[in-house]
Structures are given as structure tokens and as C-alpha cells.
């Protein structure tokens, strides 16, 4: 049976540009001065998870304690580095299928929104020249709650007027996917089948995605 569709919520990073990169560098330049390696591995653990979230696993990875002061001042370092390094995107690190699809679903009448736990959301999308293309953007300076919790994809269906049944979500994370489905929403994984089994479907990219599909959910 095919769902009436009538909005998508996107996650940012990982599924419309890719800044999960400028992160692991300011995670890691955080590390190096606190005296430790953070591998790529490690940064695994922390796509979808909230800024100070990250940071609890990127201390406990390093085997560093640090006071509540200290753990503001830290995450504020590691914030600053990653505004420097986004404030230089362009519309050429949009990812692919990206634009297709938003110009697709706006011409079906289909609401979009970015759903992120990124504070820097506005940064991002005014740098790739994309903000006009979502009619609502929640981001993690209107949640108090991180994924998994589905309170930024609740907030992005409520701010679209929709109900989340009628809403499908595209994520990179697991944390993410599991927010959708506490949510109640239909997902779609954007990368790893593996990682990313508990969405309804999974795709490489957007370029593999159709509107019949997301119907289909």
C-alpha cells in the first residue's frame, strides 16, 4: 500500500554534504592535544551523536578526566575549528543526487526539511547556497534532545504541519535511523546496508532514490 507522502526530513551531514571530515579533523586536533590518537575507527561512534555526547566518547577513548568547566571549553575548541573549516564549503561539496531529488519533491508538492543535531546547520547550508530548498530547518539550537531520541524529527514534521506518518526521513546514522522509527516515520538509510539494516530501505547515495519508491515505504 502506498503512503501518502507529504513531507521528507533530512539529516545534514552525511546525507546532503559530507562534513563528517571537518569534524574528524577537529575531533583529532582536539585529541592530539590531549595527548592521544582518535582514529577514523574511533569516529564511528560518533556520527548522529550530539556535540558533548562526542566528546564524553572522545575523552573516554583517550582515557582523559576532565571537569564539567573544562568539558564547555573543550567542545567550544573543537566548535570553533570545524566553523573555520565549513565556513569555506561551496555548492561543489553538495552530494550527489542531492538537488534532483529536492527540485522533484518540490514540484510533487512535497514539504522538505533538514532534521540535524548540528548547531552549525545555517553555516552550512548558506555556504552551499541550499537553505531556499527547505521549507522548514531544525537544528540543534531548537532540540534539547539528541538522536536517538526523535524529538528533531518530531519538531521538523510539527514545524511542517504533517503528521510523521507522513513523513520519510533520510539518514547516514544508526542513531538516526533509530530516531526515525521511534518517531514513527518511514527511513531511508544513505550508506552502509550493513550499518544501517533497521531503515525500510538503504541507498548509496541520492541519486538512487525515486519518489514511486519513497511512496512505496
Known amino acids: 500500500m502506498t503512503m501518502e507522502l507529504k513531507g521528507c526530513i533530512f539529516d545534514l551531514d552525511g546525507v546532503i554534504v559530507d562534513t563528517a571530515k571537518y569534524h574528524f579533523m577537529a575531533w583529532r586536533r582536539l585529541a592530539k592535544e590531549l595527548g592521544f590518537v582518535f582514529t577514523l575507527e574511533d569516529n564511528e561512534a560518533l556520527k548522529g ?3 558533548m555526547a562526542s566528546l564524553e566518547i572522545l575523552l573516554r577513548t583517550g582515557g582523559v578526566t576532565v571537569t564539567d568547566k573544562e568539558k564547555e571549553q573543550l567542545a567550544a575548541r573543537k566548535n570553533g575549528w570545524y566553523v573555520e573549516f565549513i565556513s569555506g564549503m561551496t555548492p561543489n561539496e553538495i552530494l550527489p543526487g ?3 531529488l529536492l527540485k522533484a519533491l518540490r514540484k510533487e508538492g512535497i514539504l522538505t526539511a533538514i532534521g540535524s543535531a ?3 546547520a545555517g553555516t552550512i547550508l548558506d555556504g552551499i547556497r541550499l537553505r531556499e530548498m527547505f521549507d522548514v530547518i ?3 539550537n531548537k532540540i534539547d534532545k539528541a538522536k536517538p531520541d526523535p524529538e528533531v524529527f518530531l519538531k521538523g514534521a510539527e514545524e511542517m504541519g504533517l503528521a510523521p506518518s507522513s513523513c520519510v526521513v533520510f539518514e547516514d546514522a544508526q542513531a ?3 530516531a526515525a522509527i521511534a518517531g514513527g516515520m518511514r527511513c531511508v538509510g544513505v550508506g ?3 550499518l544501517l539494516s533497521r531503515a525500510d ?3 548509496p547515495d541520492l541519486r538512487k532514490i525515486t519518489i ?6
Do not use: A, M
Open 118 to 120: 548540528s548547531r552549525n
Open 212 to 217: 514511486t519508491q519513497l511512496r512505496n515505504l
Open 176 to 178: 538516526g535511523i533509530e
Open 138 to 140: 531544525v537544528d540543534g
Open 98 to 100: 542531492c538537488i534532483r
Open 201 to 203: 530501505i538503504v541507498i
Open 49 to 51: 551523536v550530539s556535540r
Open 192 to 194: 552502509n546496508p550493513y
